[in-house]
C-alpha cells in the first residue's frame, strides 16, 4: 500500500485504489441501455401522463424523460437479464426487503427494483426533480406525498393508468427508497445549515483566510446534517451562487422550472483552482463524501489537470480543473501540493482574474444532460449561442454556451500584473473588457457512458484562454 503525505492530508492508497483513479475505460453500454428504453416504451404507451410530459420535456425544455428517471420497478423475471446486462445489488439502495434494488456501477443509468416474486406489482417508473412541491404545483397536481416534507425521501403517485404507476421522488442525502420520519430538530437542522452555506461569505483578500472561513462554515453544517445531506446542501448553494451570474443558466432553469423539474438533470459541477489551494477544494469534497474517479494529465498538450470525483449517495459528479505542467502528469496532484510556476495556464489565469470557484468566481460552467441538437437549437432562439461542439461522438456529445462575460476587478489584475504573469496591454484589456467567466454546458450520453473525452476537453480549455477571448465570443 502506498501512503502519501503532505501538509494538507494524509492518505493511504491501495493498488485498487490507484488502478480506479486511473482508469479511462468506462465502457459503452448500448445493449443495456436497450433493455431499459425498452421498459420506457412499453410503460410511455400505457401511461398518457407520462407521454404527454415526455414531449413537454422535449420541447419545452429540450430534456429526455430517460435522464430525469431515478428508478424502474419491473417484475423478477427481468432479473436475470439484467444482471447478465451489468447490473447488480445496491449496496446503498435500501427497500426494507420489500424489493431488490439494482445499479450498473459502470454506467451512468437508472437504477432498477425487482418487485418481490409473485408480487402483482404494476410496471413503475419514477422521476426526480428538484422539488416535489414545484413539480405538483406546476402540473396541478394534489394530494399528499409519501414522507415528511423536507426527509431524506419522499414519493408521489403521479398518475396510475392502464397497470402502470407514474411516481415522482424527491432525495436529500439519501440514496435508499424508505421514507422515514425526520429526527426531532433535523427539519430545523436542515434550513439553518442551507441558510449558512447560501448566505457565507465568498470575497476575501487572501484566499487562505477563505478557505479558513468556508470550512469552518462546512464543518459546522456537516455536524448539524451529517455529510450526505451536507452534499446536498453545498452543491444546492454552489449551483445558485454559478446561476446569478450565468444568463444561459437562467434562461433554461426557468424553463425547467415550468415543469416544476429544477436541475434534477445536472452531470457534472466544474471548479477551477489555483495550484496553491488545489488540496484545500480536495479536502472540502473528502469531508463530503466525494471519492476519486479518474484523473486527466493532459500536461504539454493543454497545461492542465483535472480531477474527477463523484459522491455516491447524492450521485453529484465534480469535475475539479488546475493548472499542470508536463514533468506532473506522474504524480497524484489531487494529494501532493503543487509548486508556484512562473506562468499561467488557462485555468490558473481565469482563477487570477476571477477568483477561486469555490470562493468568489463561483463555479466555471454546469454541465446538464439533453436533447443535445434539440435544446442547442431551442437556446439559439433564445439568442443563446453556442460553441461549437467539443466531443461529437455518437455516445457522448458536448459543447458550451458562449461564454458570460465577467468585470474583473483592477486589484486582481493589478496582482497579476506585478508578478509579471500578464503584460501591460493584457492588463488594460482586462480591466476594460472583462473577460469570459462562466458557460452552461450542455452535453448528451448514450449507452450510459460515465466518462469524459479528454483530447477534446484539452481542446475546449485552450479555445476558451481569457488571452485568446475578445469581447465578441461574449
Known amino acids: 500500500m502506498n501512503t502519501i503525505t503532505n501538509s494538507h492530508l494524509t492518505v493511504s492508497e491501495s493498488p485498487a485504489t490507484a488502478r480506479r483513479e486511473k482508469r479511462f475505460d468506462w465502457p459503452v453500454c448500448y445493449e443495456t441501455e436497450r ?3 425498452g421498459h420506457l416504451e412499453a410503460f410511455l404507451a400505457r401511461n ?3 407521454r404527454q410530459l415526455t414531449e413537454r420535456m422535449r420541447t419545452e425544455t429540450g430534456t429526455l424523460l430517460f435522464d430525469w428517471i431515478d428508478y424502474l420497478v419491473v417484475p423478477e423475471r427481468e432479473e436475470s437479464a439484467l444482471r447478465k446486462a451489468g447490473f447488480i445489488e445496491d449496496p446503498l439502495g435500501e427497500t426494507g426487503g420489500s424489493e431488490l434494488a439494482l445499479h450498473h456501477p459502470e454506467a451512468m443509468l437508472p437504477r432498477v427494483l425487482i418487485a418481490p416474486r409473485n408480487a402483482d406489482a404494476p410496471a413503475t417508473i419514477a422521476i426526480h426533480p428538484e422539488s416535489l412541491c414545484d413539480f405538483m404545483a406546476a402540473h396541478g397536481l394534489s394530494g399528499e406525498p409519501e414522507g415528511e416534507p423536507l426527509s431524506r425521501f419522499r414519493r408521489l403517485l403521479v398518475s396510475q393508468d392502464k397497470g402502470t404507476r407514474f411516481e415522482a421522488v424527491e432525495r436529500r442525502g439519501y440514496r435508499g427508497f424508505l421514507a422515514a420520519k425526520p429526527r426531532t430538530g433535523q427539519a430545523e437542522a436542515f434550513l439553518k445549515a442551507r441558510e449558512l452555506w447560501h448566505t457565507r461569505p465568498h470575497v476575501f483578500s487572501e484566499d487562505t483566510d477563505g478557505y479558513r472561513s468556508a470550512h469552518a462554515t462546512l464543518d459546522r453544517i456537516i455536524g448539524m446534517v451529517a455529510r450526505d445531506l451536507a452534499c446536498h446542501v453545498v452543491f444546492d448553494g454552489e449551483r445558485a451562487y454559478w446561476q446569478r451570474r450565468n444568463r444561459a443558466a437562467q434562461f433554461q432553469k426557468q424553463r ?10 445536472h452531470d457534472h459541477h466544474t471548479f477551477r483552482s489555483s495550484r496553491e489551494h488545489f488540496l484545500d477544494l480536495m479536502r472540502v469534497m473528502e469531508k463530503l463524501g466525494f471519492e476519486r474517479r479518474e484523473r486527466y494529465y493532459a500536461g504539454a498538450q493543454a497545461g492542465w489537470g483535472a480531477q474527477i470525483l463523484e459522491q455516491p449517495v447524492e450521485g453529484i459528479v465534480v469535475f475539479a480543473d488546475v493548472d499542470l505542467l508536463p514533468e506532473e502528469t506522474e504524480i497524484d496532484f489531487s494529494r501532493a501540493p503543487l509548486p508556484p510556476t512562473p506562468r499561467l495556464g488557462t485555468i490558473g489565469l481565469w482563477v487570477g482574474l476571477h477568483g477561486e470557484s469555490f470562493l468568489e468566481a463561483g463555479m466555471h460552467h454546469l454541465e446538464a444532460r439533453f436533447d443535445f441538437a434539440l435544446v442547442r437549437e431551442q437556446l439559439k432562439e433564445l439568442s443563446i449561442n453556442g460553441m461549437p461542439p467539443f466531443s461529437d461522438l455518437e455516445f457522448l456529445k458536448q459543447a458550451f454556451t458562449e461564454g458570460e462575460r465577467w468585470p474583473v476587478r483592477r486589484e486582481r489584475a493589478g496582482k497579476l500584473l506585478r508578478g509579471g504573469l500578464i503584460t501591460e496591454a493584457q492588463f488594460q484589456k482586462f480591466v476594460s473588457e472583462g473577460a469570459i467567466g462562466s458557460h452552461l454546458e450542455t452535453l448528451q450520453r448514450r449507452g450510459g ?22 469581447p465578441s465570443h461574449a
Not at 256 to 265: A, E, H, P, V
Not at 451 to 462: D, E, L, T
Open 449 to 470: 457512458f460515465k466518462g469524459f473525452n479528454q483530447k477534446s476537453v484539452s481542446a475546449i480549455i485552450a479555445a476558451i484562454d481569457p488571452r485568446t477571448q475578445s
Open 256 to 265: 425547467q422550472d415550468r415543469l416544476g423539474l429544477g436541475w434534477g438533470n
Open 35 to 37: 433493455l431499459l428504453l
Open 48 to 50: 398518457r401522463f407520462a
